[in-house]
């Protein structure tokens, strides 16, 4: 845990990428809190629900977490600013009958939701998916609500960021950044024959090898001014020593 | 307000005013054309809404051609509002008004609401087949756009761009029209897409993959 925190200290410090942080903030969720997946849900202008990271990059996970955007316990805690706990989804088909049939059938029976605060105004939430019966222990959810606040405070980073319209501005370029890193995984696996997930791991490789932003590599390759091949040329040659996906 | 247009941006230069509520409203936008500034080239660029309560305000000084230009029809107050495709900014819509003051919060959520409806539209318009009657009566509602916020387009959009070497706006133009020609939505065809089921020829004709072997590029 004290790890997990230690890197986002030094990643605020340091300049950082929005997307890429906040994937590593639901990957350390998930592990921390032992949950199978953990999702940053965040509000735009319209109030309407974006997956902004994930623990999992697979196209179908995000799905689930996209599916709130019409009814589930992330779109209840956005809504009303409080955390939802669902001990057993499969009692809660009449409160939420696609996204409960959705998220068993994926296997995830236990769901949570914890709000993203800024002062009185709610960003968006975290959600929290398990595959085990049963709620959270009093003591994980205060550290999921701490990563939350955490969250927060990263996608709010200017220090002057008084009025909304700055928050505002901040929130839109984080969704932004996700829409452009979708296309990238999309582009990555059109060109090299693979699927979306193995697109992405490349694509993070790539950029955490050269010591460049996850958002910067993805609107190079989107661009053309990264050739998409050296990106999957560089990361096939590290690959080669894991087994094949 | 008194009136309203929606504009295509391309490399900062207003392309070219496409839709507009009248008469006014389509000369007003033509002079951001011809003076090349002007709020709404601002918002395209920015991707942020740019609120003009007046324009005769004495510190008002980022447009001055364009306010002179518009002092002269009697318009005192512009909003313009983003409009963007695939997280690609490609225009504006912008609204005017005789009478100076702030644009209420409603109004605003109103206009954020147009201004995305207008991406339908401009899809239709970058393939050549505009129908505005029917952009008019509301058939292109709500659903389709919900549609296409999705991670999956998003995804789909990438690989048509790698396929096809095309930019996300005709990406997702080229999506909408497989989606169109096979009654699917933009998100079911995505998925297709995604997931190796439809894959695209060079010439840019859908096919079904067989015996699910991988895409080949």
């Known amino acids: 845990m004290i790890q997990a925190f230690v890197a986002l200290a030094n990643s605020l410090v340091d300049q950082f990428d929005v997307v890429d942080l906040l994937d590593g903030l639901t990957a350390d969720c998930a592990h921390l809190l032992e949950v199978d997946a953990a999702g940053l849900l965040l509000a735009d202008r319209r109030g309407v629900l974006h997956v902004v990271a994930a623990s999992s990059e697979r196209t179908r996970n995000l799905e689930l977490f996209q599916l709130q955007r019409e009814q589930g316990p992330c779109l209840d805690c956005y809504h009303t600013g409080q955390a939802v706990a669902v001990a057993d989804l499969r009692e809660e088909h009449g409160r939420w009958p696609r996204f409960a049939t959705a998220a068993v059938d994926a296997g995830f029976v236990a769901v949570h939701a914890l709000p993203m605060r800024l002062r009185d105004s709610v960003l968006g939430t975290l959600g929290l998916f398990s595959a085990r019966v049963g709620v959270l222990s009093d003591d994980d959810l205060n550290l999921g609500q701490a990563l939350a606040h955490v969250a927060s405070v990263a996608l709010v980073h200017q220090r002057a960021a008084a009025d909304r319209g700055a928050v505002n501005e901040q929130l839109q370029a984080a969704l932004v950044s996700r829409v452009v890193l979708e296309q990238a995984k999309g582009f990555l696996a059109q060109r090299g024959g693979l699927d979306t997930d193995e697109a992405f791991r490349r694509l993070r490789r790539y950029a955490r090898d050269h010591n460049a932003r996850l958002t910067h590599v993805a609107r190079s390759v989107v661009s053309r001014e990264l050739p998409a091949q050296r990106v999957l040329d560089y990361s096939a040659a590290r690959h080669r020593r894991v087994a094949e996906p | ?217």
């Open chain 2, 1 to 217: 307000m008194d009136g309203a247009a929606f504009s295509v941006v391309r490399d900062g230069a207003s392309a070219g005013t496409f839709g507009s509520s009248g008469a006014l409203s389509r000369r007003l936008d033509d002079f951001q054309f011809t003076l090349g500034e002007g709020p709404c080239l601002d918002a395209a660029q920015q991707g942020q809404p740019v609120l003009v309560a007046d324009l005769t305000r004495s510190d008002e000084d980022r447009w001055p051609a364009f306010a002179r230009a518009m002092a002269e029809t009697g318009v005192r107050a512009v909003f313009a509002l983003p409009v963007t495709v695939a997280g690609s900014r490609v225009g504006a819509l912008d609204l005017f008004r005789h009478a100076p003051g702030t644009l209420g919060e409603r109004s605003l959520a109103g206009g954020l609401l147009a201004a995305r409806l207008a991406v339908l539209p401009l899809l239709d318009l970058i393939t050549g087949d505009t129908d505005w009657a029917a952009a008019a009566e509301g058939r292109a509602g709500p659903p389709e756009l919900a549609s296409l916020e999705r991670v999956e387009v998003y995804q789909a959009t990438g690989m048509i761009m790698a396929r096809l070497d095309v930019g996300p706006e005709d990406a997702l133009v080229r999506l909408r029209a497989c989606a169109f020609a096979r009654k699917l939505t933009a998100s079911e065809a995505a998925w297709k897409i995604v997931e190796g089921e439809l894959q695209m020829d060079v010439d840019s004709s859908w096919y079904l993959a067989d015996g699910g072997t991988g895409p080949s590029s």
